[in-house]
């Protein structure tokens, strides 16, 4: 139980990777190393997924045995549905939450499952607060200084990445911007001379990230289309699930990925239309 209660989930979108990688080291410099905070971004080999790790596997094993889940909320993470999905875990295991706002106002969680929480806002005194509250709740005594000056460095950092962002060298798309969808037409509609199997495991793949129960339909439908081409039955009944599953985002993931839907589901008409199914 001790391990548990030393262990820190940092959950965060793809976008705000370097973001969560300075969350994390300041909660493990502020904390002594008394703290282990998990961050699945982490490219160091000392945290995150490893290669060769069942990633959705690892996310749950992490989820389970962390005493807090310290969310990492931007404009865009708020909707995405991993960050969503590890709330929603992280609540059915009792877990403590809590949701650190970057550059956005309260206001912006009104229709979120963080709207009405006792979130922290990403100022020098809040974080102070927060992390020595981390601390105590892994048991540990925070040391006020140590504290102090670690949270004055990942303000600073935290200021340069944001002006960073503005000035176009940092990541941080605007609310609304999606990159995806330019390479998920071309791999779709594109003139690429490559198979419909390819076709459509490449654009699939680049969607499981805002909508992950697409992932078990589109690699039947992949295998159907590369393994069992002749086989109609096999691969209408994986277009159909695949449809299903892309449709599905009309109530898991909502507006902010309706235009990711609307092309999968033209590129599976038109492949049906083509079949004759």
């Known amino acids: 139980m001790t391990g548990e209660l030393r262990k820190v989930f940092v959950s965060h979108d793809t976008d705000d990777a370097v973001l969560a990688g300075h969350l994390q080291t300041l909660i493990k410099e502020s904390s002594g190393g008394f703290i282990e905070p998990f961050c699945s971004s982490d490219v160091s080999g000392d945290n995150g997924i490893l290669y060769g790790d069942d990633w959705c596997a690892r996310l749950i094993e992490e989820l389970r045995s962390a005493r807090v889940v310290l969310s990492l909320l931007t404009e865009r993470s708020i909707r995405r549905p991993w960050v969503l999905f590890e709330a929603g875990f992280a609540r059915g295991q009792r877990k403590d939450i809590i949701g650190l706002l970057v550059n956005i106002t309260p206001e912006s969680l009104q229709t979120s499952p963080f709207h009405g929480e006792q979130n922290a806002a990403c100022n020098t005194a809040a974080l102070e607060k927060l992390v020595r509250e981390l601390i105590r709740k892994a048991g540990g005594k925070p040391e006020r200084e140590l504290v102090s000056g670690k949270v004055g460095g990942f303000v600073e950092r935290l200021g340069e990445y944001l002006e960073g962002c503005q000035a176009g060298t940092e990541r ?69 699930e695949a449809r299903r599953a892309v449709k599905a985002n009309e109530v898991l993931g909502g507006a902010d990925t309706a ?13 049906a239309r083509n079949r004759g199914g």
């Open 172 to 240: 941080l798309p605007a609310p609304g911007a999606d990159p995806v969808l330019d390479r998920l037409e071309a791999f779709l509609f594109g003139e690429a001379q490559i198979t419909t199997a390819m076709r459509w495991l490449c654009a699939s793949s680049i969607c499981l990230r805002d909508m992950p129960w697409l992932e078990l339909p589109a690699q039947e439908l992949y295998r159907a289309l590369r393994d069992d081409a002749k086989n109609a039955e096999h691969v209408r009944t994986a277009v159909t």
């Open 259 to 271: 235009r990711v839907s609307s092309l999968l589901l033209e590129f599976l008409r038109q492949f």
